[in-house]
């Protein structure tokens, strides 16, 4: 009797979980457009690779799947723990943004986040599964496209990774999720060791 | 099929897997060059034996396209790790054939997120391996690896309306066979990204900036030889796994009547990519030819999938294999006076001039172009006149530069060798009912 309640409260808590991070993940991919300084660029993707890990967990406990485990672990070691600190080692030698407007980028960025419910929604009747990891999508390709940057673009390709893991998860039953997953944050470690090894490099030439 | 390491296609991707981890130790450049042409020769040997091993099973598939296009790349391969042997040991070498084994495994896979992973796989050896202060190149390529991955995802989901969760959803041929059963929505959804994706790895206009100006390709020959070794004479078979991979995504929407046409957007990226190859090659440098024909040739066969129809198909098929073939040829040969006369020939048969065989698929698409949208012959026919025109006066300006010497005549001969192969190989295609009927057979195959 209690372990039957103590299950349906943790469903329920999976369930509102799952779209919270989400919502909150989205907030914060804002945060990363318009962010400037360093210091909170870093601090909001570290927290939406937590944020990633605790949707990814909630997944794993609904459909009972050892391996989304595996992923959310994966995901929060990279996305959360490692790449915020090799960014945090080489924030100091990089210069924060250049000032630039924020309504264009915001307004942009809402109208992808629209786009991305209305394409989701309409594609199918279970298609809202899809919405937030699209509107992820679409926003990190947004800080791709606007941002000059290294380090907001390395922020950008992180929300990329994000959004992979996040449609990987959502997927029921899928077979190899975790070398899935794998690839998935390769993009993000791999854009943030390229920068890390161009910057020290850089740093040890002045 | 068999277990993998006894089937060709599990070979044809072991061996090179296998020649990456060994080469990565072996330090003495002359023992290097000879085990990554063997590797490479096996690896030609397996696919060349894949037309007698047909099959599919759960990751992997062996059909007419992926055996065409297999032998297709590990020819590419050879002749890459001929042109390249000088610099194959170590880490260059590795680099090398872990990236020639990643285009294999993602040409014979037979599901879209390992196709997905062993492009990615690719591409990031080649970006990582190369100039550490590329950026624009790295930053496309892994916008376009996400869009590819993510549209694969959405496939999954899509396949999960009529498959079994697993392995089914993701494989090409399941969904190609179950299409008509599929929400329309979600297919049109994952074939979007899927192709904003593979366009983008395969270079394919307006994408094509990024292997133009960043890394690898800004003189390329530079790139090639000096920066990122041997591995960059692979980039033109890594645009023709991605288009591979853009037919078989073709193929899955196409099923299906309600999704979205995959015609019109394949036409305009198409046209685009000829538009943009035609005006950039008219005042080309040399160390950009080879990057512009691969665009030119990538564009046509884009065209030629989204016209559709098995004549156009099968042009495509020929345009495509002679983009990666022909390429290297040039890239290696503009870098280096003494072979510029054999980047010179291989620049005529990339110039759509007879009797090669592209010279009749481009003729054909042109026909094809004027039965099924006559109006867009003009533009296209104008375009390609003008990227004609543009390569027939690099092969010129080529062939009157003074050309260095070749240290000896068995020096000489030997470095014509891969070229003289590839030619014949060419003007044999272009004048042997042969290959006409086995690329329609492909293309039949088709829907």
Do not use: K
Not at chain 1, 96 to 116: E, F, I, Q, T, W
Not at chain 2, 213 to 220: V, Y
């Amino acid at each position: 009797m209690t372990l039957a309640l103590f299950t349906g409260v943790l469903d329920a808590v999976a369930h509102g979980a799952i779209p919270l991070a989400g919502a909150a993940m989205i907030v914060l991919a804002f945060a990363l457009l318009l962010a400037r300084r360093t210091v909170p660029l870093i601090a909001a993707s570290a927290v939406q690779g937590a944020l990633l890990a605790l949707a990814v967990l909630a997944q794993a406990w609904l459909q009972a799947s050892v391996e989304l485990l595996l992923v959310a672990a994966l995901a929060f070691a990279a996305q959360a723990v490692a790449v915020p600190m090799l960014l945090r080692h080489i924030a100091p030698l990089l210069p924060d943004g250049p000032p630039r407007g924020m309504v264009a980028p915001a307004a942009a960025g809402v109208a992808l986040v629209a786009l991305a419910v209305v394409l989701a929604t309409g594609a199918a009747p279970d298609g809202h599964v899809l919405a937030v990891p699209l509107a992820l999508l679409l926003l990190g390709c947004l800080v791709l496209a606007v941002r000059r940057d290294d380090l907001a673009r390395t922020g950008g390709v992180l929300v990329l990774g994000n959004a992979l893991v996040l449609a990987l998860a959502a997927a029921p039953g899928m077979a190899g999720s975790a070398l899935v997953a794998l690839a998935a944050l390769a993009l993000s470690t791999a854009s943030a060791g390229m920068l890390a090894r161009r910057t020290l490099a850089g740093g040890m030439a002045q | 099929m068999s277990a993998w390491f006894t089937s060709p296609a599990g070979l044809a991707v072991a061996v090179p897997l296998a020649a990456a981890l060994g080469l990565w130790f072996v330090r003495r450049a002359a023992l290097a060059g000879w085990l990554g042409l063997a590797a490479a020769a096996t690896t030609l040997a397996a696919c060349a034996a894949l037309p007698w091993h047909e099959g599919a099973d759960a990751l992997l598939r062996v059909d007419g396209l992926a055996m065409h296009m297999a032998i297709v790349t590990a020819l590419g391969g050879l002749l890459a790790a001929w042109l390249g042997r000088a610099r194959m040991a170590g880490a260059d070498g590795a680099a090398f054939h872990a990236v020639l084994a990643a285009l294999v495994l993602a040409v014979l896979s037979n599901n879209l997120l390992l196709t997905a992973a062993a492009v990615e796989a690719a591409l990031l050896v080649l970006l990582l391996h190369g100039n550490p202060t590329a950026r624009r190149g790295l930053l496309a390529g892994v916008a376009g690896l996400a869009m590819v991955l993510f549209g694969s995802m959405v496939m999954y989901h899509a396949g999960l309306a009529a498959l079994a969760p697993g392995l089914a959803p993701m494989s090409w041929d399941a969904l190609a066979d179950a299409a008509p059963a599929l929400p329309p929505g979600l297919l049109s959804l994952g074939f979007a990204f899927l192709l904003a994706g593979y366009a983008t790895c395969a270079g394919l206009a307006p994408m094509h900036g990024w292997p133009m100006q960043g890394w690898p390709m800004q003189g390329w020959h530079r790139a090639a030889m000096h920066q990122a070794g041997p591995a960059a004479l692979l980039l033109p078979a890594l645009t023709g796994v991605s288009m591979l991979a853009l037919l078989r995504g073709r193929e899955i929407v196409m099923g299906h009547g309600d999704a979205v046409d995959a015609g019109p957007p394949l036409l305009i990226l198409g046209l685009l990519s000829v538009l943009t190859a035609a005006f950039l090659l008219r005042r080309a440098r040399a160390g950009r030819l080879a990057a512009l024909a691969v665009l030119l040739h990538a564009g046509l066969a884009a065209f030629a999938f989204g016209l559709g129809g098995a004549s156009a198909i099968a042009a495509g098929l020929a345009l495509l294999s002679v983009a990666v073939l022909l390429p290297p040829l040039v890239a290696h040969g503009t870098a280096r006076p003494a072979a510029y006369r054999t980047a010179a020939a291989a620049l005529a048969v990339l110039a759509l001039l007879p009797p090669f065989a592209p010279f009749g698929s481009a003729v054909t698409l042109l026909a094809e172009t004027l039965r099924q949208t006559p109006w867009l012959f003009l533009p296209l026919g104008l375009a390609l006149a003008g990227a004609v025109a543009a390569l027939v006066a690099q092969t010129a300006r080529l062939l009157s530069a003074p050309a260095g010497r070749a240290p000896g005549r068995l020096q000489s001969i030997l470095a014509a060798a891969p070229a003289a192969l590839v030619l014949a190989l060419a003007l044999a295609a272009g004048m042997s009912p042969a290959a006409a009927a086995w690329l329609g057979l492909l293309a039949e195959g088709l829907r």
